[in-house]
Structures are given as C-alpha cells and as structure tokens.
C-alpha cells in the first residue's frame, strides 16, 4: 500500500534559520509528491508539488525535489520567517483511490523572532 | 463560490444522534474527496467520488459512516449513531478530475464535537 513518513515534531527555528523537513515515502506505481501546509486556523492549502523523478517543485522560497531512488521529497526553505509557523504535511497520490492524497501525520513548525 | 465550502462550520452533537456534514465543491471539479482530520491520527482518507460514484469506500470507518453525491456537485458524508471517537473535524475536498498531479482543493471543515 501507498504511505508517507515524515519527520516528527514540533520543530522550532529562530527567524532566519534553515529548515529541512523529512519526507519519505512508499507506493504502488508511480505517485504524485505533495506538500501541504496549514497556518494557525486557516484550512490545508497546496505549497508545492511534483510530478515525476527530478522535478523539483517550489513556492514561497519552500523547495522539495522528487528523488526517486531515495523514496523522499524533503521540504527545504533556505531562510524562515515567523509567518512561516504552520504545519506542514507531505502527501502522495497515485492512481488508486482516484488520485486521493494519502498524508504523513503532519510536522508543526514555530519560527521565534 | 471561489472555494470548497462546507457546512456547518461547528457542530456539537449529544452521543447516539446523527449528523449529516455538507460540501460543495468548486465549480466544475469532478472529483470529491472526504478526510478526517483528528489529534494524534493525522489526515485519514475517507471516501472519494468521481462524479456520482464512489469507486473506493473502504476508508470508512464504520457502516454508521456513508457518503453520497448528488449531480455531480454537493456531497453529503452523514454520521449515525454518533460516538465520542467521531469528534473530528471532517474536511471536504476536491479537483478538477481524478488524476495524477492535479491539485486537491480543501475546504475550512466542519468541527464535530460528540459529547
């Protein structure tokens, strides 16, 4: 069966720091990669994805590369910010299930000033 | 409107009752999907539909849990016979098809709280 491991938290960073949060995944197929974020009292919303071995996808100064051969999509943000603060879950789909996200348990970051 | 949207927003049930959750999806999206996000168990997958029809329920919990869709647009997910461990909140998505690589739009959730 499809699933996604991630790092557990929380994490806490000082403003500025660098962030690596780890995404390790198994699957049937060919899946899809996600990252999915969820500021304080707001809903699940895309960060970044994608599609097949080498993309690296990107947003906001987030970037994740889909490594095939390790299984893993690792979140990266070369500099935080406070309003960075959310968790953050990786997900994968694949043709099973109609393409539904399957989710790792979601790593809570907090940023200090 | 713009996004997914769900309703009730908050929803505080005695033990025993039944609730019925509501989502409409974005405009044109032929995929909905049902998650159930609750403390210490992460996102948990529901069911999907694909139009009308949901080809995979076996991410229901229990057969007091079912989902329908109706004109390929609002979805409804009722709870019978509630019990304290369906305090959750229920999260409704969907996208513009069921396939690889397009994105999955959430909606805000419902908070249910049985007591």
């Known amino acids: 069966g499809n699933s996604v491991t991630q790092m557990e938290g929380p994490v806490t960073l000082s403003e500025e720091a660098f962030l690596t949060i780890n995404c390790t995944y198994t699957a049937t197929g060919y899946p899809s990669l996600f990252w999915y974020v969820q500021y304080p009292g707001e809903g699940l919303q895309l960060l970044l994805k994608?599609?097949?071995?080498?993309d690296k996808g990107s947003n906001k100064g987030f970037e994740a590369t889909y490594r095939k051969e390790t299984t893993s999509f690792h979140l990266e943000k070369g500099s935080v910010q406070v309003s960075d603060s959310a968790v953050y879950f990786c997900?994968?789909?694949?043709?099973?299930?109609?393409?539904?996200?399957?989710f790792g348990k979601g790593t809570s970051l907090l940023v200090t000033p | 409107g713009a996004g997914v949207s769900q309703s009730p927003s908050n929803k505080v049930t005695e033990k025993g009752k039944d609730v019925e959750l509501r989502c409409d999806p974005i405009s044109g999206h032929t995929a909905l999907y049902w998650y159930r996000q609750s403390l210490g168990q992460g996102l948990e997958f529901l069911i999907y539909?694909?139009?009308?029809?949901?080809?995979?329920k076996s991410g229901l919990p229990s057969d007091r849990f079912s989902a329908e869709r109706t004109g390929g647009s609002v979805s409804t997910l009722t709870i019978q016979r509630t019990q304290q461990e369906d305090s959750a909140v229920y999260l409704c998505?969907?996208?513009?098809?069921?396939?690889?690589?397009?994105?999955?739009?959430f909606g805000e959730g419902s908070w249910l709280t049985v007591v």
């Open positions: 997900a994968l789909s694949t043709s099973n299930s109609g393409y539904a996200l399957n």
């Open positions: 998505a969907s996208s513009l098809a069921g396939t690889g690589g397009n994105t999955i739009y």
């Open positions: 539909f694909q139009g009308n029809s949901a080809p995979d």
């Open positions: 994608a599609t097949k071995a080498d």
